[in-house]
């Protein structure tokens, strides 16, 4: 496997329907053609059942049902990108905060459930692949620290986040089967070529070492195979890059599996943005970075910082243990402050509980600044090589 230069691009729709436009030293440009540019190959993108309320009402955040997720897929693909299809199981955010039962299975029992996971699974994935998307990846489940599918599925149900999370890798190696078998018409040629599709299991918290022994000491004991863990690795929440690096060095020895960031970002400022959300106050969501988080971090969250934090976080996992570290992929990085485009609406914040409010609060976290210019860590991204054995 080639080291994955990927990034999130999952509200890539809404934000342009919000007015986002993007630059590169000049004038403006597809945000595609720029990350084509700095040698980004991968695009992670979200899926969820759906996204609405049961009166219609969208629930934000991209709006990331089958329908959208399938447009963004195939015009990354177009772009010459890969993809990596991450399901959440849900009909909104799912995290180790929260794992809701999609509105339609609300009522279901564990069988019901499991049965479920892989008819979703399969059906969503013989759609991308007739579609013609360059599948080359696929995540059966978000953060799941916690489980899945709560009650049922949440930690320590591991017995049941088994059989939840094997129905999604099943349904996945019978697609995979079908693709094979050229049952499926329309395959991207680049995926058709492939062996297999791999396998991710994403937790949070990447440099968590206990979860990730206690967590996957019990899925091996009792699942399907799968080929990739992947971490999320947030610096303001989950420790020092050391830390990550430990527990990336463990792991990799201690199951033998390829090993990708699914989630990473840095700050680059603390510039307030509330004037390009246009937002009041009230409804504004914030920086997803405090104060007092961002004084226990390794680097400034300056446009500097945030090249130097992803030099060394790059140089880390790039020599993990048995050359297991296999890439990153940055998490919304044009998720730049429009009004418009928010982490949740009214709608999906009662479906959540939520108290909200509803407003951007990742822009200092993008790699393009706040009038959608590139930032130089692109530059860093673009001409970082990693080294193999």
Request: charged residues 25%.
């Amino acid at each position: 496997m080639r080291f994955v230069k990927g990034m999130d691009l999952s509200t890539l729709l809404e934000l342009e329907r919000c007015g986002a436009r993007y630059y590169d030293g000049g004038g403006e440009e597809d945000v595609l053609s720029i990350l084509k540019r700095y040698d980004v190959d991968t695009v992670r993108i979200r899926l969820w059942n759906d996204p609405r309320s049961e009166t219609g009402e969208s629930y934000g955040a991209g709006e990331n049902d089958l329908q959208t997720t399938l447009a963004i897929a195939k015009r990354v693909t177009a772009a010459g990108f890969s993809v990596l299809l991450n399901f959440h199981y849900s009909d909104f955010w799912a995290d180790p905060g929260k794992q809701i039962k999609p509105k339609a299975w609300a009522s279901y029992g564990v069988e019901e459930l499991e049965r479920a996971v892989y008819d979703y699974t399969l059906e969503s994935t013989r759609t991308f692949l007739e579609n013609g998307v360059n599948l080359s990846m696929i995540q059966v489940g978000n953060e799941l620290s916690n489980g899945l599918l709560w009650p049922e599925g949440r930690v320590p149900h591991y017995d049941n986040i088994a059989r939840f999370v094997n129905a999604g890798i099943r349904a996945v190696r019978k697609a995979d089967a079908m693709r094979l078998a050229g049952e499926i018409s329309g395959v991207h040629e680049a995926c058709r070529r492939l062996a297999k599709i791999p396998v991710m299991i994403h937790l949070d918290n990447g440099g968590n070492n206990a979860l990730y022994r206690e967590w996957f000491d019990h899925f091996t004991a009792c699942g399907e195979d799968f080929e990739i863990i992947g971490l999320s690795y947030y610096p303001f929440w989950h420790g020092t890059l050391q830390m990550l690096t430990d527990n990336m060095n463990d792991i990799a020895e201690r199951y033998g599996k390829d090993l990708i960031i699914a989630e990473v970002s840095m700050g680059y400022t603390m510039e307030d943005y509330g004037a390009y959300e246009k937002l009041p106050d009230g409804e504004r969501k914030g920086y997803a970075t405090r104060r007092e988080l961002v004084e226990k971090i390794e680097y400034p969250m300056t446009r500097q910082g945030q090249c130097d934090f992803m030099e060394d976080f790059l140089n880390r996992i790039s020599h993990i243990r048995d050359g297991r570290g296999r890439g990153f992929f940055y998490w919304e990085p044009a998720w730049i402050p429009v009004p418009g485009s928010g982490w949740a609406t009214p709608a999906s914040l009662k479906y959540m509980g939520d108290p909200g409010p509803c407003g951007n609060e990742w822009a200092n976290q993008a790699l393009f600044d706040y009038d959608g210019n590139a930032l130089p860590a692109l530059r860093l991204i673009r001409d970082f090589q990693a080294e193999r054995s």
